[in-house]
């Protein structure tokens, strides 16, 4: 870090000592809300691979100011487990080899309640360590408190995803928790918002909170292009499934339509038929789906056969970044306790841009121009995915309000269903 | 059932109200004593196909009682929840399309809690019918009050066995409760017990309980044999792997070289070396092997391969139960409390019949010739199985004494380690 | 061998130097007759695990002659080139580790003229060594030529079950050759024959060739019992599965109502419904199911279900055994030509006990008590497999006269299919 | 097709009846002589699912020109056989369902005869209707017939890598057919051409053919660029190894680090140590690696692992395209009946752009601004496979030269390394 950096940052809000140890009480404080409904034994059991049980979530979000800041920054600290650095590091290769993904659900131990008891040991260290230490480690470990303070909004997003997941496998179909109903009323046809062809810039190196993935900023040339104005509704995809949607391999991708053959998909995931009526599962129990919300939790897939059928296409990341503009962020967030997405209102303009779903874009999860990954383990934590995924932009209603910005960029692979991901079309 | 049968069973102990209830009470209390040492998170997995979560085990064998006793013979009986039957169903197809089995560990709901409610549910109703149902209902029950007692013991085995694989997954390698150590003294070389050729009478008709598959009583021809008066001792067992047992081919059935080449099996299950020492994982820890015990999780290939390394073999279940004649049945059984083998002694005859470990018979399991399986779905209890895999006998020191018997037929398929199964040798 | 064999050997028919000799050429010379109708590219593919190129068949027999007895006993055998013995070694692990079994349909070469070219270099070697070796070779030497033979026809058999199931997965459906139909008669309703319990004698040590899974000759007791005097229909078969055999749970062993379930089995292997109307591949071409004759390409899962659906069930090896008694060894072998099972006669007593059909019994394949394996790397042949697998009794229409006795024991996994075996039922 | 575009075609060379004939001729003859060395038995296998048997690849590409030509606009066309179309079909859905892609080698019918008398067929239809079809069909046909040209030679590409991987399934290690083998000298050091950053023009709609991935031209923006002169060698991708390359997790795509643990990948496809020397199968047989020739037979994981080593990236193919600008098309290609890389010269600038080796490029395999795929069936050629592939630049050594250009784009999966694929290094 350059000295000039330094010094910024002694004076900046951003990298304050109270700031972060404000927002780390908080966010800390809000997995715990989040978890509040669960049952012991909903903390347990990891559903598939992708979807860890939420016990580990809350273990590794520690693990992670454990190892990066207190094991890196505090020459005191000592870690209150010796095997849960093992446990609980997710994919750190740098840091040691990591306990095998898919056997997160094998262990009944260490419990919830010792879980927690790690969570406390952790915070009472971290705390004390934002407090007491030195300036000039300080000037070091503070970005990092901050990335660990993301990395816990990310995988408190991953929490609400990976539960809805486990719960819908069980045929008692269990609420998380009763939310308020939002049905909102019908929006209008869609419309089709005009951007110019040009060079524009993409990416960011503000002084806010970013990821490594959204630098360096750089120029693109985009063409001229249209945006929707809001998300797909579940009603026009409705319409898509009813003109055999499921059923014409002309609309999908090569290894899209394997996907509908192996997989049997025939709807979005959590949708099923009851008495003859579409419902869907929700963190909120089962409901008869409502045409008038976003259609959620389709893979890139379904988004792009969506389109196709539509005679339009997908956006890419740039327009869509491009498009966004000076947009404020305002929308359904995971803030609203609904954890579901709503309709889109009526007013003019470019909707649904944040919240409610994550939008797929077209954009295959690479490098921006000149990318360099952090040094050390951190670096693992976006470059090495960059490969056979896709981009998706916006959060959603399980995102954190404080958590996205117009730069953020979310990637799946392109069968996953169980996130929060919907379709915005562009032309 | 005729009417002799009928009139019998009234005046007999075996099939009294008091009897059978008292049987009742223990049984199920049995059940709770032993999941007692759990922590709520220890009753949800499933670290195998095979080996089913213990909330599981509880709910089901209060299921069993629910439908081949209550939803038979009460005609007042209400199901406590209506979807209880589809989850806690193991096999019975006659009764309904059952849950997956490969999927029990996808339920974090119903909670431990619930499904102990559950049990009190059932156990009122099953002690009001037991005491409050007429003469001829109770003629026809309580063969079946009978089998639900027998058929819980046989899962608190698995409760157990099931447990101990779980609890081995976690690097943690957590305790299921301390016992007693006992070492036990070397025992002496293995005698072996002489028989003579000859038609001798299988199975089991008389007036206690035996399950369908140790029917008909009929006669077979044994050759002359020799038996092992103990069982084979882990360091009897070391002997083999130091000479290479696991790396010499011909000393394997071939789909046994498949699975050591497959699974990498190099010891038996649970040993691991720590600091250059063999240990093993039991249900109080992790402790040095000890040579003196008998050798037990080793597998029908692992019990043959050693058999053939001796120049021996294993016993067919004719021979076995021949043997076996008048033995009381005494040893170290799960009432014992130790939930592991222990050393021979040095009394003269064949000791270890019964308890310590379930030995592997050379006898495919098959019906008995004239062998009638019970009438509906309780057929499907033991019948149905009859296919690739192989006999056990004895019990081991899971099993309860007052389950276990001469004529008992366990089975298992030929690849299975995770239960006590060990090895007596025959020639 | 004792001295007292050696001399016997001497002077007997069965192990002079010209009826081996002339054996040997009539067996080789009939695998070429078998394989005269293919095309090249019919030789080179593997078309599941189980089922090896023919080409394969044809190097492999030879490549037993080249391991067994000219390198065994010959000292001035040069083989043709190094690598066949890695290639062509089925499973026999005490001499070499050999080529995967799975890749064997990966080989282009050694091509089918080179194979041929192979055979020849093996023949010319092991006549040469049969007519001149000396005496002391040749007493150790014959039975191993004897086997060598025997091993070849095993391998004929295979060659036309492999071959049938290859050309079943072409679409094109081809020939293999036209043979004559033989329709025959509706066989009258299943006759009961009757047997006594009691000892009888089962195995054989007689002097013709057996293999070592025939040994010892020994007492064993069987119960009264009744044998159906033929082969199940395929009429008969067709009734099972008009009355929703393939769909009742209760009829299926549950490791076959599995397999029902994964392989979606509704009929036999090779039927299939053109234009509303059962029909069935054969080596000669599609044809209309023939209700006359036995049914056939069906698992031992289909065997049991149907027996269960009859009421009845199948027989032992053992019963099979005696019941066979002295019938001469006449039916419908591979030396007719037709390579398709024939209706039974209407004669009195028991019919088709050999030829047309492997019949399935309900024993698993085990060691008869004192069975031993021959010395070194020729035990592996038999005794290896005795695990997790069927006995069928009695050869079938692909099987040479010449092969099969009342002893002999073939075996199969429960799920095999593709060989030409059938029913025959008992009570 | 408008008139303007249907009138200039009449007086076009490029769609003279004249001219496609006569490639027509030529490309189809260079398929047989691409098989002439061939063996029969070497047509008929398919060695993994992306690798087809020789047969079928010489079928596929007649049942092209049936489909595409002869059935669309020849009315009086017959086919030979009526189940062809099924068999030979690749991937067109609308054109009905295509025979198993994984089952190809199961058919050894129709025999390779069959299939040249198909082509014969086939060829005589052509021939003929480019000779006699109405002006008014040959307008519409011309361009199907030019694409079915290009698509022959696509498949000669996948007749030598999918032959050269059979081959190497085989202990014999065949070869192919000797050629002239070419050392070369040792290239100099990478020499870094630089280019400028910019709105540079991609994509192609000249009067030439071209897949309709390569339009429309459109205008992108590049950064400040620098590309290697050379492709990388198999003495630079050696250091590599030598400094454990493959066991250093962090310069891996965690993907790639996934494919190296499970595929255990530790050189290149075919490379193999003999004797203590790192060799390589090639189609003229197994040779020690030449340090001088390009590195192939690479995964884009292995391409991007490297660069990562180096410290630079692999370029986009936006760059690749810009940087080749108007070189020469020459090199290394097919034409020179070497089938493998040779050394580069040491001339001044970009040299191998064309030939030796496919260029990984960083870019994901997607559509360019506006691109429409082709109506009907033909629009499946390439649009559906535009997810979770990288595309390559530049052809191979198994390339026609008349079949590449500047903005030709290949496609492959991360993972696929049977494809003559290299490296190309940008910062």
Redesign the interface.
């Known amino acids: 870090m350059s000295l000039e950096k330094a010094s910024s940052i002694q004076n900046d809000k951003r990298f304050s000592r109270e700031h972060l140890l404000s927002l780390y009480n908080q966010v800390r404080a809000f997995s715990h809300h989040l978890v509040d409904p669960l049952?012991?034994?909903?903390?347990?059991?990891q559903?598939m691979e992708s979807a860890s049980p939420t016990k580990w979530h809350l273990a590794h979000t520690s693990w992670f100011f454990e190892t990066f800041v207190l094991e890196k920054f505090d020459d005191s600290f000592q870690s209150l487990h010796p095997?849960y650095a093992?446990?609980f590091n997710s994919?750190y290769?740098?840091t040691g080899v990591p306990?095998t993904r898919a056997?997160r659900?094998?262990?009944?131990?260490?419990?919830?309640k010792e879980v927690f008891t790690y969570r406390e040991y952790v915070d009472d260290q971290v705390r004390n360590f934002i407090e007491q230490c030195d300036d000039s480690v300080w000037e070091k470990a503070s970005e990092v408190v901050e990335i660990g303070i993301n990395h816990e909004q990310q995988h408190q997003e991953l929490i609400l995803t990976d539960l809805k997941y486990?719960?819908a496998?069980?045929?008692?179909l269990?609420t998380y928790k009763k939310t308020v109903n939002v049905d909102g009323s019908t929006p209008s046809d869609i419309n089709w918002i005009s951007f110019s062809?040009g060079?524009v810039e993409i990416g960011n190196e503000g002084n806010e909170f970013t990821y490594d993935n959204e630098h360096p900023k750089?120029?693109?040339?985009v063409?001229d292009f249209e945006l929707a104005d809001r998300l797909v509704t579940v009603g026009e995809y409705l319409q898509f499934m009813e003109d055999d949607g499921y059923k014409r391999?002309?609309l999908?991708?090569?290894?899209?339509?394997s996907a509908v053959q192996a997989e049997s998909w025939e709807a979005p995931l959590y949708w099923f038929i009851k008495e003859g009526v579409w419902h869907m599962f929700t963190l909120s129990g089962v409901q008869p789906i409502n045409k008038n919300e976003p259609v959620t939790h389709v893979s890139?897939?379904e988004a792009?056969a969506f389109a196709r059928w539509k005679g339009v296409?997908l956006p890419t990341e740039q327009e869509w970044e491009h498009a966004c503009g000076a947009q404020p962020i305002e929308g359904n967030f995971v803030d609203n306790d609904l954890m579901h997405p709503v309709a889109a209102s009526n007013k003019e303009g470019l909707k649904q841009m944040y919240g409610d779903a994550w939008e797929w874009t077209?954009?295959?999860y690479?490098?921006y121009?000149?990318y360099k990954p952090l040094p050390g383990a951190l670096?693992?934590y976006n470059g090495?995915?960059?490969?056979?995924q896709y981009v998706l932009r916006g959060g959603s209603c399980a995102t954190s309000k404080s958590h996205i910005r117009k730069t953020y960029r979310n990637f799946f692979h392109?069968d996953a269903r169980w996130q929060f991901s919907g379709i915005r079309l562009a032309k």
Chains 1, 2, 3, 4 share one sequence.
């Open positions: 049952e012991i034994e909903d903390f347990v059991i559903p095997q093992y446990f994919y290769l740098q306990f056997k659900g094998l262990l009944s131990r260490p419990t919830v486990l719960l496998q069980n045929p008692l269990p062809k060079i750089h120029s693109t040339f063409q391999s002309e999908w991708l090569d290894e899209g339509w890139y897939y792009d296409r077209m954009s295959s690479a490098p121009p000149g670096g693992e090495k995915f960059m490969a056979n392109a």
